[in-house]
């Protein structure tokens, strides 16, 4: 059974290191050892794996999305935010990780990112590890 | 073990809302509680999640997919579909979405896409859920 | 528990094959059904299934990420390589692949790349099969 995890975003386009999150909803399903996903029930948000030492990776990657897919940019969907849904595919709604005795095995420089593309808003992320 | 699902596009670029057909698979094959994994054995097509409500937002996707990735733009591929093996590797052969009690655990506005980048064609997705 | 692949690469952006490897992984690993998860512990790097028959696929993805991630445009990231984490993003830390009887589940022309964004290094590819 997935757990649910809240997050709160203060931008438009953000991402937030969840990594203690995800770890801390491991530790709540009292799950050991398997594969844990990380899904985002939302279509302008995703999640993405990467450099959380430097926050400026982080910004550079929102930069160049915004360059690559900019807002109000001539598109048909009229709610001001298809820039955001067309991120959201780019980056994907869901990550995998392994777990090893309760802990996600990352890379050093690893954390797992909610991106944020239509905030600031409270969004909802589920964590489930199967077997 | 995988449960096939056929896919028929009617066009070269398209997003078709597999949904309905994921979720009969998931029935076919007796799952309940899991992780969803849905499979595009294809390297012209790919598979992402979005909303499903207004149909403009798929067709911004895949407008915004055509702009950074035109077709005939100088690529080495000589088959004419460079520029679809690209957008499969931008969207992803596979997504993962969270089954409980039998149902997937969507957001309210997520619907899953088959994306079409060299039909119009028929082609399989797989899907199958681990416990 | 996962199985660790080393790849060596040999140029700064390169996708190898490493379709092999994953394979020799899951016999070692004595998986015969299940989903197998290819993942990449490196923030600079990522994983995409792609065509294998034709190089120049793979070159044509290369390139077209390189002309919409060029390397020293700007970035805020002062390590020389934002490019390479923009990229990673973009492909994704991740790939699930279904195993049936061992062996992947992969389409005819579809092959498992390693995605090297800021070699020549020597990388750590994970592999685990969950059932």
New interface residues.
């Given amino acids: 059974?997935?757990v649910s995890i809240q997050v709160t975003t203060r931008s438009r386009n953000q991402m937030k290191d969840i990594t203690g999150d995800v770890q801390k909803a491991i530790a709540e399903a009292g799950a050991s050892?398997?594969?844990c996903?990380i899904?985002?029930?939302?279509?302008t948000a995703g999640v993405?794996?990467?450099?959380g030492a430097?926050p400026?990776?982080c910004?550079?990657?929102l930069?160049?999305l915004e360059d690559?897919?900019p807002p109000n940019a001539g598109?048909?969907?009229?709610?001001g935010n298809?820039d955001s849904?067309?991120k959201?595919?780019?980056?994907?709604?869901?990550?995998?990780?392994?777990v090893?005795n309760g802990r996600l095995?990352?890379?050093?420089?690893?954390k797992i990112f909610f991106c944020e593309f239509d905030g600031p808003r409270t969004r909802k992320v589920?964590v489930?590890v199967?077997?």
Avoid: C, F
């Avoid at 993405?48 to 450099?51: G, K, S």
């Fill in positions: 059974m997935p050892d398997g594969l996903t899904y985002v029930p939302h279509t993405t794996i990467n450099e430097d400026a990776v910004q550079d990657i930069d160049k690559l897919v598109y048909r969907h009229m709610e298809a849904h067309v959201a595919s780019l980056m994907g709604s869901s990550a995998s990780v392994m090893e095995v990352l890379g050093t420089w690893q589920y489930s199967s077997g």
